[in-house]
Every structure is written in structure tokens, then in C-alpha cells.
């Protein structure tokens, strides 16, 4: 029966047990990233609404079609920077999460999704409306760019690293790193990260959240600035701040919902399998392996990174290791992520593995406003090498 024929129902998730049963059913059938190389199960625990909830701003939307649960929707909304002329910020629309049960795919569910959600946004004064995706996922780019008028606005990398807990990296020892109160935090960030493309103006929300772990920042010991302390007094802006440094903050995602690899090639699953054997027979050779992620697992997740001065890869590199120490604690935590700008030099500094990260994270974008469609060039032709950097708030992972 075509669609046409079929009454198609789109409503807001109600979070009662009937609707959170057929929802979490929906994602379990549902693939998420390109099936012919590898794909993810999300479990979110009971709660899907899990990956916005903690939006300023959020909604869920269900499709149904015979009072079958076929699809949803997920949507938050926040204000960022944007750079735009004549106002250097806007409120923006994310969509996420969409998903429609296989057997009813291709009817145009998904497009009914998406442009309800847009309603949405528009009735609350929302700028922009954005998304992500891999930039394999033809299904998704197709509708998304060809159907409902998104523009490619940027690609970053997603860097993942495998979480190795027989093993803590041994810091630097001229290295300095030091954990940093919220307000010194939020302070730093205001002042260095402000202008970076869709920083969040409630980041003091973020850092105070329950899930943000902590923010560190990492300095050589020998600095010219031996006084530095990262440490506010009744004026901020006397805070001492030493020549070269770097920071970053961790949010731990797993506490909100889990991933399971779907699918993988069979060299990863042959390495995998043999590492474990090996590891057993022989535990005193600590032979690299790769981490079981058949089963449910939880996972880190860096952001706000950046740094000053000069011979800071190396400062970026000892936060990492911090961090990964700090996981290898945590263990149901098995990864590591971070997105960054395809451009930023911050990708070479970053420990990841290329079989697990994602090099091009499509993000496309769409004008919701006239005088937002007036300047939306400006965010989408602007040159790779002139590009600022890229602020990906860890409430929208």
C-alpha cells in the first residue's frame, strides 16, 4: 500500500512506557552509519530522549501509520556564535537522530519528520537549522541537501581512540597539568573561544553539568611564567597565564547512552579474537589489542579543545594521555572521542586510530529566516584555509 493511501500521524513523544517501548524497538532496527563498512547500535537505556535532554531546548517527534510507530525525530535548539554580518550570533535548530523502520522507508516519512521539526524551529525564532552525517550516508544526504534545501557547510573529523586498560601512559615530566575550577574555566573559554564557530553563549551550563568530568589545562613547567597559577582572585582578568598551553574538557557520554559495533571487517574482528587469546596465554606482553566492542559500551567524550603559543602539540598530546589515563579507570569506558575542524591542525596532535574515526563529518546547514538566507553564504563559501576553528558542544553527541 503506498503512502499516499496510508495515514501518516506525526505527534510529539509523549514518555509514556507504550511510546519509550516502541521507540527503543525502532533504534534496535535501525542501522546508524554506511552498512557496507561498519555500523553502530545505540543503546540509550531506557531513556530516548537521552541526546537531547540536556539541550536548553529539545523535542521529540513520532511517526506512526496504522498505529505502528514508523519513525522519529529528534531536535534541540540553543544560541551560538555565527559568524555573520551584522550580528556575530543566532539561534540554531539541530536535527538528529532521525530514523524510519526499514519497511517503510522511501515513502516520504522521513522528509514529513524533518519539515515538522522545521515548524518547530521557526516557532521559536530559530535562525538556523543544522545537521550532521557521514558523508557516505547517501540516504541522508540525498534527502537532507537534494529534498529539503540544506547546504554543505562544513566537514570535520571525528577522532576516535581505543581505550587500552592494561596500559597509563607516563606523562611528561616538563609538563605541568592541572585541573581548573568551573568559574576559571568558563573565564578562559569566554575569552579565548568565544569568537569560535558555534560556541555555545550558556557554556557555563556545560561545564557545571554532571556529566562534564572537568576541564584541564597543561603548561611546560619551565615557562618564563613559573608563577602560573590558572587561579582567579575578585578580578579575572588578572588571572596569570603562562606563554605556551593548552586545554580541554571531558564529558562522559556513556552515561548517557552506549554504543555496540554492528559490523565490522574481518581483519578488525580476526585482530580482535586473536588479541584476546594472546593476552591471555601471554599477559606479560601487553600486546596492543583492541578493545571488545561487540558488547555495550560507554565512552568519553573531549571537547573545547585548544591552545596558545608555540610547542603546544606536544601539551595537547600530554592532555590526551591524561585523559586516557582517566578512562582506563572507568572501565566501562572503551574509547575516546573528539570532532575538531577538517582543517585544524589540532587533528595531527589528537591520538586516534583511523580504522575507528570518521575524516569527514558532513554538516549541512539551512536558512530559516530571510535574513538568514541573505548571509548564509557567507558560512558556506568561505575558503578551508581561512575557516575558523570549530566548537562541537558535547550535549549534541
Keep these: ?86 550580528k556575530d550570533r543566532a539561534k540554531v535548530g539541530y536535527v538528529l537522530g532521525l530514523r524510519v523502520a526499514p519497511s517503510f522507508r522511501r515513502r516520504g516519512i522521513g522528509c514529513s519528520l524533518v519539515r515538522r521539526l522545521e515548524e518547530w524551529f521557526v516557532i521559536n525564532d530559530v535562525d538556523y537549522a543544522y545537521m550532521a552525517t557521514e558523508k557516505d550516508n547517501e540516504a541522508s544526504v540525498k ?24 596500559r597509563s601512559y607516563h606523562l611528561p615530566s616538563n609538563i605541568q597539568i592541572a585541573r581548573l575550577k568551573v568559574d576559571v574555566a568558563e573565564f578562559l573559554y569566554r575569552k579565548f573561544m568565544a569568537s569560535t564557530e558555534f560556541f555555545p553563549h550558556d557554556i557555563d551550563h556545560v561545564l557545571k553539568h554532571k556529566l562534564s568530568l572537568g576541564t584541564w589545562v597543561a603548561y611546560y613547567k619551565d615557562d618564563d611564567v613559573s608563577s602560573a597559577k590558572f587561579e582567579t582572585n575578585s578580578s579575572k582578568s588578572e588571572i596569570t597565564i603562562p606563554k605556551s598551553w593548552a586545554m580541554l574538557s571531558v564529558w562522559n557520554s556513556g552515561e548517557v547512552f552506549k554504543l555496540r559495533l554492528g559490523k565490522a571487517p574481518l581483519s578488525c574482528l580476526i585482530y580482535t579474537e586473536s588479541s584476546k587469546v594472546i593476552d591471555k596465554i601471554f599477559p606479560c606482553l601487553k600486546l596492543p ?29 600530554a592532555l590526551c594521555q591524561y ?58 563559501k568561505t575558503p578551508p584555509t581561512t575557516r575558523p576553528a570549530l566548537f562541537v558542544d558535547p550535549r549534541e553527541v
Design 1 to 86: 500500500m503506498g503512502c499516499e493511501e496510508e495515514i501518516l500521524i506525526i505527534r510529539s513523544y509523549d514518555g509514556q512506557s507504550a511510546d519509550r517501548g516502541r521507540v527503543e524497538d525502532l533504534e534496535r532496527r535501525c542501522e546508524v552509519g554506511p552498512s557496507e563498512r561498519v555500523f553502530l547500535f545505540t543503546d540509550t537505556m531506557g531513556d530516548p530522549i537521552c541526546r537531547i535532554r540536556n539541550s536548553p531546548l529539545y523535542k521529540m517527534l513520532v511517526a506512526e501509520v496504522d498505529n505502528q510507530l514508523v519513525g522519529v525525530i529528534q531536535g534541540s535548539i540553543k544560541v551560538v556564535t555565527v559568524h555573520q554580518a551584522p
Design 143 to 166: 534527502l537532507f541537501i537534494n529534498k529539503l534545501g540544506y547546504t554543505n557547510f562544513r566537514v570535520p573529523a571525528i577522532l576516535v581512540n581505543p581505550v587500552k586498560h592494561y
Design 289 to 317: 589489542s583492541i578493545p571488545d566492542f561487540y558488547e555495550p559500551f560507554g565512552f568519553y567524550f573531549m571537547y573545547g579543545v585548544h591552545r596558545e603559543g608555540t610547542g603546544t602539540g606536544k601539551l595537547v598530546r
Design 323 to 380: 585523559v586516557h589515563n582517566m578512562a582506563a579507570a572507568a572501565r566501562d569506558c572503551k574509547v575516546i572521542v573528539t570532532e575538531i575542524g577538517g582543517e585544524d591542525s589540532l587533528r595531527e596532535e589528537i591520538p586516534h586510530w583511523k580504522l575507528l574515526s570518521c575524516p569527514e563529518d558532513l554538516w549541512c546547514i539551512k536558512a530559516l529566516k530571510k535574513e538568514a538566507r541573505n548571509s548564509l553564504h557567507e558560512l558556506t
